[in-house]
């Protein structure tokens, strides 16, 4: 009996030792401090779970770990695109029986002859730039504005500016401002301004350079004669490229 009594007393003494580091000598040491990385505790100690539901915001994080971000496409923008504008041409007078020359003395322009008080119309639509209601040339005088005698200019939709002068009458209420359209009358022919005494009509296809005042532009600077017999067919020639394509090459400078 004593000697079981020494064994358990030597048994207790070995785990006491064991569980409170001590050691064999028996002198209790104090435990060396370890320092804890406060994230390497976090991540030990987050559910497998918890780490598993965390996702990467940046794309490269989401490549790397295999995680697919899909975009939705971005819409395209829808363009609009207005009708081309369709521009109309007539012949610039209303008569069955009339004849024009392919050339012009001096300039770039065309007479239609035609019998005096046949109707003028705008070969296109637009705004009336210009009128003369009074015949004040004065036989032998220098050219000039006043040549024309009654005449109007008009700046049509296409950019162009068309001359028609010798009139015998200028229409009422057709004025400097007044919107006019395709065929519609804007006068008559006749013999006014330096016409030799003859019934016709002087026309001249320009750019608006000054829009007013600018005779020797106005007067014509392109030869209209394919563009008349065009518009006499029903057919609509335009002359807004040649017309643009004199203005580059001569400044407004006639």
Same mark, same amino acid.
């Given at each position: 009996?004593?000697?079981?009594?020494?064994?358990?007393?030597?048994?207790?003494?070995?785990?006491?030792?064991?569980?409170?580091?001590?050691?064999?000598?028996?002198?209790?040491?104090?435990?060396?401090?370890?320092?804890?990385?406060? =994230? #390497? @505790?976090?991540?030990?100690?987050?559910?497998?779970?918890?780490?598993?539901?965390? +996702?990467?915001? /940046? $794309?490269?994080?989401?490549?790397?770990?295999?995680?697919?971000?899909?975009?939705?496409?971005?819409?395209?923008?829808?363009?609009?695109?207005?009708?081309?504008?369709?521009?109309?041409?007539?012949?610039?007078?209303?008569?069955?029986?009339?004849?024009?020359?392919?050339?012009?003395?001096?300039?770039?322009?065309?007479?239609?002859?035609?019998?005096?008080?046949?109707?003028?119309? =705008? #070969? @296109?639509?637009?705004?009336?730039?210009?009128?003369?209601?009074?015949?004040?040339? +004065?036989?032998? /005088? $220098?050219?000039?504005?006043?040549?024309?005698?009654?005449?109007?200019?008009?700046?049509?939709?296409?950019?162009?500016?068309?001359?028609?002068?010798?009139?015998?009458?200028?229409?009422?209420?057709?004025?400097?401002?007044?919107?006019?359209?395709?065929?519609?009358?804007?006068?008559?022919?006749?013999?006014?301004?330096?016409?030799?005494?003859?019934?016709?009509?002087?026309?001249?296809?320009?750019?608006?350079?000054?829009?007013?005042?600018?005779?020797?532009?106005?007067?014509? +600077?392109?030869?209209?004669?394919?563009?008349?017999?065009?518009?006499?067919?029903?057919?609509?020639?335009?002359?807004?490229?040649?017309?643009?394509?004199?203005?580059?090459?001569?400044?407004?400078?006639?």
């Amino acid at each position: 009996m004593p000697l079981l009594r020494t064994l358990s007393g030597l048994t207790v003494l070995a785990v006491c030792l064991a569980g409170c580091g001590g050691t064999a000598g028996g002198d209790s040491a104090a435990p060396t401090p370890q320092f804890v990385d406060p =994230a #390497a @505790t976090t991540a030990a100690t987050t559910p497998a779970a918890a780490q598993a539901s965390v +996702v990467p915001t /940046s $794309p490269s994080a989401s490549a790397a770990n295999g995680v697919a971000r899909t975009r939705p496409p971005s819409p395209r923008p829808t363009v609009s695109r207005a009708p081309k504008k369709v521009v109309k041409y007539v012949f610039p007078v209303k008569a069955s029986n009339v004849d024009w020359h392919t050339t012009h003395s001096k300039y770039k322009a065309t007479d239609i002859f035609a019998d005096c008080g046949k109707p003028v119309v =705008a #070969a @296109t639509s637009g705004v009336v730039l210009e009128i003369s209601l009074t015949d004040k040339y +004065v036989k032998g /005088s $220098p050219d000039g504005p006043n040549n024309g005698g009654l005449s109007v200019s008009l700046l049509g939709d296409d950019g162009v500016r068309y001359y028609g002068s010798h009139l015998s009458k200028v229409q009422t209420g057709i004025k400097k401002g007044v919107r006019v359209t395709a065929g519609q009358q804007i006068g008559k022919v006749g013999r006014t301004g330096n016409a030799n005494n003859v019934c016709h009509l002087h026309y001249g296809i320009s750019p608006p350079c000054a829009k007013v005042g600018d005779w020797k532009v106005r007067r014509g +600077v392109v030869w209209p004669y394919s563009y008349l017999a065009s518009w006499r067919k029903g057919g609509a020639k335009s002359p807004v490229a040649e017309v643009a394509a004199w203005k580059r090459s001569h400044n407004c400078k006639a």
